[in-house]
């Protein structure tokens, strides 16, 4: 019976710390030591939206990188100087548009009227747009469209 407890204690334990393995190179930091940059993005485009939290990631040789969740589910991860590198939210909710390059804006309203952008990753050879509808679409660092991502 002893051992029963100390296998029960043992598994228990075991599954405890499994549950806390945190990565040891991400930290919650106050909002305020996000970059001035990044400050400045999310009170102009998501002003109306409580930020929830903001971690700060070593990306190793990425670097840093940061992520701000919002309270309504956003999620936008920026560079080390504050520079927004992806924003993304949850299913069937839009992204603002004001901060995307105007020709995605724009060929997204004309070819998917239907659809809004709900994703979006700075890349480096452009972007990559995810709509409300499921469809991931690729632009050039110009906005141009190249292709739809299958």
């Known amino acids: 019976m002893k051992k029963l407890k100390n296998l029960s204690v043992a ?16 930290e919650i930091i106050k909002t305020e030591d996000l970059p001035a940059t990044g ?5 102009e485009h998501f002003g109306d939206q409580k930020i929830i939290s903001v971690e700060k990631e070593n990306e190793g040789s990425e670097g840093i990188e940061y992520e701000a969740r919002l309270d309504n589910g956003v999620v936008v991860k920026f560079d080390k100087d504050g520079v927004w590198k992806e924003a993304d939210a949850p299913a069937n909710l839009y992204l603002p548009t004001a901060f995307i390059l105007p020709t995605i804006v724009n ?31 690729v632009f050039n660092l110009d906005g141009d469209f190249v292709r739809i991502d299958l």
């Open 11 to 26: 598994m228990l334990m075991v599954t405890v710390l499994a549950s806390c393995d945190k990565d040891d190179n991400e």
């Open 39 to 43: 400050q400045s993005f999310l009170k």
């Open 107 to 137: 060929y997204v309203g004309t070819e998917y009227p239907d659809a809004g952008i709900n994703d979006i990753d700075k890349e480096r050879a452009g972007f990559d747009v995810e709509l409300t509808s499921g469809l991931d679409l």
